[in-house]
């Protein structure tokens, strides 16, 4: 796996082999991207962002994010194997002063740790996971997200998720099994 684009394009980051995780396809990584880059459906820039990168796994979509100008990026992730790898990439790609990884529960940190405002909000759970719903409750509740915001979910195609009381839906594209939300807080 390597970073697509940006000050960091073609460095390698390592990544689990296993069936617990499953890491952003490159052409859907780069497909949102594109979409943050170009759309008028929302007004966010990467360059100088603060991104909440939330079941962060590896770290693949945040290391994007400080490749392609991102201030700094908060990964969350209860995984100890991934987030050992995703220090480990943070290190070697000589990027760990750009960011802050919390391992444990995401609703415990959401809650006890997390109290400044974000411009990119990313969420890959898992796809039987539907906790995210309260996380995003939460980030609703505490504010913790600019006037420019964006919130942008990875999710199975066929998961039926109703946000309509949480966001409001800007886009939803479909890549293969996958489907990516974008939406802002109202």
């Not at 009381?165 to 939803?172: E, T």
């Amino acid at each position: 796996m390597r970073v697509i684009s940006g000050k960091l394009k073609g460095r390698v980051i390592n990544f689990i082999r296993n069936s617990r995780t499953r890491p952003l396809k490159d052409s859907v990584k780069e497909n949102i991207f594109n979409i943050l880059n170009h759309s008028n459906l929302f007004n966010v820039k990467m360059k100088n962002s603060k991104v909440l990168d939330l079941y962060s796994g590896i770290g693949s979509f945040g290391i994007e994010c400080i490749s392609r100008g991102a201030n700094n990026v908060t990964f969350v992730e209860n995984d100890i194997t991934a987030t050992k790898i995703l220090n480990q990439n943070l290190i070697s790609l000589s990027i760990s002063n750009k960011s802050k990884i919390f391992t444990n529960s995401i609703e415990l940190i959401l809650k006890e740790n997390i109290n400044e405002r974000y411009d990119i909000f990313f969420l890959d759970p898992p796809f039987s996971n539907n906790n995210f719903f309260h996380n995003l409750k939460t980030i609703k509740e505490k504010k913790i997200y600019n006037k420019n915001h964006v919130v942008v979910i990875h999710r199975e195609d066929n998961s039926l998720d109703n946000l309509d009381n949480i966001l409001n839906i800007l886009d939803i594209k479909k890549y293969g099994r996958s489907k990516i939300i974008f939406g802002i807080f109202f």
